[in-house]
């Protein structure tokens, strides 16, 4: 292995250790930068760290400027990767060091920019996602993009699932993304009008709207929230459910019941409900204050056939 160590690594969720375990293969790992209150981020890289001996430096948001500049100042890196890192780097330093600060992001660009493009992607029922990795601009999410990447979405990956899949795709496109920037390629403008900026999910982003969203819709909104949210709201006099996992079932003939009526709840046949547009769901797993589990377990709290889920 040629050792290089010339890249700094910002980063705040496990979706960057195998890009960081990577580029630590190809010889080009320096120094890891983590927020100092990331418990669980921090964990993996002390141990990684002690391991192989590469710089760990905990971050601070009111320091981050003049951290900074003394990890350029002592490392002189090549490239500084942010990988999920959650504050924006200035632009005074982006000036300073053109060609220098580049994002991962994971979620196909422009489209999709904001902070959580796996969510909007699951949710919206894409057909695809992938990574983006730009350059940083002084705004967020618009730098040019250097290299993109997707990866094909079908119904049943949760979110979970996805930033696992995303996360070694981050790792995979390492060699030819060096070589990109190796040959100053400074990238693609993005089409500003594909844009769409997403906040970060709110409560009613992540609340099963009973009336007007169909099965579908619901899986997709429930494969979205898990497992970083434990599921989808809902409510059933009083009780706070969130649905985790549900699949779809073939509904024949024409069903009047309301949206978010149960049809069926017991353990031979789990627990059915009524959507929007006359579809249906089994609900496999739902978690409440008391723990995850089975759907038809809610009979314990004494919810019965023909009663109703509420929106929040």
Known sequence: ???????????NNRMAFPAIQ??????????????????????????????TGINLIWIEKSKLKNQLEEIIKISNPKYIFTMT?????????????????????????????????????????????????????????????????TFPLHADLTHGMVCTNLSYLAS????????????????????ETKAQYYKKPTITDVSIQWENQDSKSIQALVNACNP????????????????????QIDSSGINSKTPGTILEINENNGL??????????????????EGFMSGHKLLAFGIKNGEQFASL
């Open 1 to 11: 292995m040629s050792t290089i160590n010339d890249i700094v690594v910002l980063c």
């Open 22 to 51: 990577a580029l630590y293969a190809l010889g080009r790992l320096h120094t890891i930068g983590v927020p100092i209150e990331n418990e669980d981020v921090k964990a993996f890289c002390i141990h990684f760290a002690s391991q």
């Open 85 to 149: 890192f959650p504050w924006k780097i200035s632009e005074e330093i982006i000036k300073q060091h053109s060609n220098l600060f580049y994002n991962f992001h994971y979620g196909l660009l422009p489209e999709m920019r904001g902070a959580d493009p796996v969510f909007e992607s699951i949710k919206k029922q894409k057909k695809e996602t992938g990574i983006s990795v730009h350059s940083i601009d002084k705004e967020i999410d618009k730098g040019k993009i250097i290299l993109k990447k």
């Open 172 to 191: 995979h496109i390492l060699p030819e993304l060096l070589t990109v920037l190796h040959l100053n390629d400074e990238g693609i403008t993005q089409d």
């Open 228 to 247: 970083w949210n434990k599921g989808a709201y809902t409510q059933w006099n009083g009780l706070n459910v969130r649905i985790v996992e549900v699949s």
């Open 272 to 289: 059915i409900i009524q959507c929007y547009d006359n579809t249906q769901l089994r609900i496999n797993t739902v978690y409440t204050d």
